[in-house]
Nanobody, 117 residues
Framework: QVQLVESGGGLVQAGGSLRLSCAAS????????MGWYRQAPGKQRELVTT???????TYADSVKGRFTISGDNAKNTVYLQMNSLKPEDTAAYYC???????????WGQGTQVTVSS
């Protein structure tokens, strides 16, 4: 059974920083791609950022220059460093992963990020 366990969410003032972590465990190979999505109340879930096993990254325009994704292939763990946070970054953040040998997408349980103005 594969699990994605997220941590690091919380409440922060605008302009502050948070670091999210997502650790994958279970009977898996290395990750092919991992990333973060977010969903604010009343809105659709949106892609924030992704990273491949080779280190290639993508970012939503709304977070470019503020968020940085990094990965530890050996630990099947990814991190999301979020700086210069804005109230509009408030959302539940979900980790997503696809592993080598499968096309199935796994999801974490979500971690709440709240940015106060």
């Amino acid at each position: 059974q594969v699990q994605l366990v997220e941590s690091g969410g919380g409440l922060v003032q605008a302009g502050g920083s948070l670091r999210l972590s997502c650790a994958a465990s279970g009977n898996i190979f290395s990750f092919h791609r991992m990333g973060w999505y977010r969903q604010a109340p009343g809105k659709q879930r949106e892609l924030v950022t992704t990273i491949t096993n080779g280190g290639s990254t993508t970012y939503a325009d709304s977070v470019k220059g503020r968020f940085t994704i990094s990965g530890d292939n050996a630990k099947n763990t990814v991190y999301l460093q979020m700086n210069s946070l804005k109230p509009e970054d408030t959302a539940a953040y979900y980790c997503n992963a696809v592993f080598f040998g499968s096309s199935y997408e796994y999801w974490g349980q979500g971690t709440q990020v709240t940015v106060s103005s």
